[in-house]
């Protein structure tokens, strides 16, 4: 497996593990709304209305915090880019000399490490630095417009499950049903989240759980209180 191949499918790992996460909060904040709600009502409307505009806010902010974060990302990383690309035009001595001690740090004998840094200087050095010096791939810079997308459709994917399970049942069943569908979806993220970090899946499913159960424990239990008085 080439380099640039190992890069594509970290990649692509991390945005599929993003996007786990992404489902993950959709369904643990948007049960929590929703149950919350059928604890104080048994309006179908009024649940419907809750849960839509919590998928609404929860995506619209999770997709505005990931274009802010990758944007900040990618600035500080064209950033240090140019720097490096005037250090390369003002001092190329000095900058083959670091080089060289960088690839010494990973092992490789002076003069072993001195003759790499030439060739790769050679063949692209600002690429060279990049990917020694500053773990930057220049090519390969992260899209904020991608990562709101995927954020936002992450978001609503999951959002939408604990939705749909709370307004189609019958007020009797409504809670149980959510609940039920929401601790499975949690455990399914749980394992597919073990499986793309290399994780204990058995903790990563407890974590889930728990934490969905914690959420929608509390707002049933705040809900319910607030329709009673």
């Known amino acids: 497996m080439t380099r640039t191949q190992s890069a594509v499918i970290s990649t692509r790992l991390n945005w599929l593990r993003a996007g786990v996460l992404g489902a993950n909060d959709g369904i643990i904040s948007t049960a929590g709304l929703v149950v919350g709600v059928a604890g104080a009502t048994t309006s179908r409307a ?6 839509v505009a919590g998928l609404l806010a929860g995506a619209l902010s999770m997709a505005a915090g990931e274009y802010v974060s990758v944007s900040s990302q990618r600035d500080s990383e064209r950033a240090a880019l140019d ?5 390369l035009a003002e001092e190329p001595e000095a900058e083959l000399e670091e080089l060289t001690e960088l ?11 001195r003759e790499a840094a030439e060739q790769l200087t050679e063949r692209d050095a600002l690429r060279a630095h990049a990917r020694v010096e500053l773990g930057i791939e220049p090519d390969e810079l992260a899209n904020p417009w991608h ?3 995927a954020s936002l459709v992450a978001f ?6 604990p939705l749909v399970a709370v307004v189609l049942p019958g007020a009797s069943q409504r809670v149980p049903v959510t609940v039920g569908a929401v601790l499975a979806a949690l455990t399914l993220c749980g394992l597919v ?8 899946p058995a903790r990563a499913v407890a974590r889930n759980v728990l934490g969905g159960a914690l959420a ?3 707002t049933y239990a705040v809900g319910t209180w607030l329709g009673t008085t």
């Open 103 to 113: 690839l010494m740090a990973r092992g490789l004998e002076r003069d072993l490490a």
């Open 83 to 87: 720097v490096e690309r005037r250090e």
């Open 156 to 161: 609503t994917v999951g959002a939408l499950l």
């Open 147 to 149: 990562a709101a997308f």
């Open 216 to 218: 929608m424990g509390v």
């Open 46 to 51: 009024a649940i419907l209305t809750a849960g």
């Open 193 to 200: 989240s073990a499986r793309l970090g290399g994780a204990p």
